[in-house]
Each structure stands twice: as structure tokens, then as C-alpha cells.
């Protein structure tokens, strides 16, 4: 019972900066370039680097993400802008779906709770 109630309250916490409009580190909305690269540059980029099939680099990472078909779980989008829970990039990030977490060293709730609000938001490249 105190495992659902802290799933509720963690659910319930995540919604309130979307309504507020608010990003989880300040401000309104969520910068992809300021606060969803540096998540990329600081955990995804060694094994997602420019020449693979995954770009995750500051030059490539908005193109390779945004609307584009996953080549491991087709046809499901890499992000789908608005709707972070049928999109790859959320569902491996918090471990949801998409068969485990990436990165393999877990990113903190903070970091997953931004991916989800730019998702949200509409996957911005800002």
C-alpha cells in the first residue's frame, strides 16, 4: 500500500510543472538545447555517437529523435511529440518499456521527469 501511495504522489508531483508550465529546473517549457542535450552529452553519447545509427551528439541528436521511426522497435517513433508513453526515447529512459532502461546507469528522476515534459510539451527543438 505505501509503494502505491508513493507511486501516486510521484505521478501526481510529475503532472504539476506541466500544468503550471513551468520547466522542472526553472523557467517556461523545456529547452531542448539547454537542458535535454546536456542529459545526452552526459550519459548517451559515448554509445550514440555521430557515425552511428542513433546520433545523440549536440549536431545531430534533435534530428535523429524527433518524429523519426526507431529501427529496433519500428513502428513505434523515436519521440512522438505530445506523447511521451508511446515514445521509445521515454520508455527506455525511465525503464517503462521498450525491453530495459538506457542508459545502463539510471538517470535521476529529475532528468527522466525532463524528457517527459519536453515530450509533452511538443518536442521542441529549442
Known amino acids: 500500500m505505501k509503494r502505491v501511495l508513493s507511486l501516486a504522489f510521484l505521478s501526481f ?3 504539476l510543472p506541466a500544468c503550471s508550465g513551468d520547466s522542472p529546473t526553472g523557467g517556461d517549457g523545456v529547452s531542448f538545447s539547454a537542458e535535454l542535450q546536456p542529459i ?3 550519459n548517451c553519447g559515448a554509445c550514440h555517437p555521430p557515425a552511428g545509427g542513433l546520433d545523440l551528439s549536440p549536431a545531430g541528436s534533435y534530428s535523429s529523435l524527433v518524429s523519426v521511426v526507431s529501427t529496433g522497435y ?5 519521440v512522438q511529440p505530445g506523447d511521451p508513453y508511446i515514445s521509445v526515447l521515454y520508455g527506455k529512459a525511465s525503464g517503462e518499456s521498450y525491453s530495459g532502461a538506457m542508459p545502463p546507469v539510471n538517470l535521476s528522476a529529475l532528468e527522466i521527469e525532463t524528457i517527459l515534459l519536453w515530450i509533452q510539451e511538443g518536442a521542441l527543438d529549442n
Open 40 to 42: 545526452f552529452d552526459a
Open 74 to 78: 519500428a513502428p513505434s517513433m523515436r
Open 13 to 15: 508531483s510529475l503532472l
